[in-house]
């Protein structure tokens, strides 16, 4: 099949690739509150854990 140079090409339009759905990409920062509650109460855990200790010791050693 010849092409013939005096006549224009017909190139289809580009399609779009996807359509817009709506829902954005998720980032890992859902579950960001999750871990921040649990390093809290680990972190009150730990200071409690401190203080009775040191309670401890010292009511033996007074």
């Known amino acids: ?3 013939d140079p005096g006549r224009p ?3 289809p ?3 779009p690739s ?3 759905a709506g ?3 998720t980032t890992g920062s859902a579950g960001a ?4 509650g ?3 109460a680990a972190a009150v855990i730990g200071g409690g854990q401190v203080f009775a200790v040191r309670r401890r ?6």
Do not use: E, F, I, T
């Not at 509150?33 to 921040?36: D, E, Q, R, V, W």
């Not at 010791?57 to 007074?62: M, P, V």
């Open 9 to 11: 090409v017909m190139v």
């Open 33 to 36: 509150p999750l871990l921040a």
């Open 18 to 20: 996807l359509p817009y």
């Open 1 to 3: 099949m010849a092409v």
């Open 23 to 25: 829902n954005l990409a």
């Open 13 to 15: 339009p580009p399609q």
């Open 38 to 40: 649990a390093g809290a």
């Open 57 to 62: 010791s010292a009511s033996k050693s007074a």
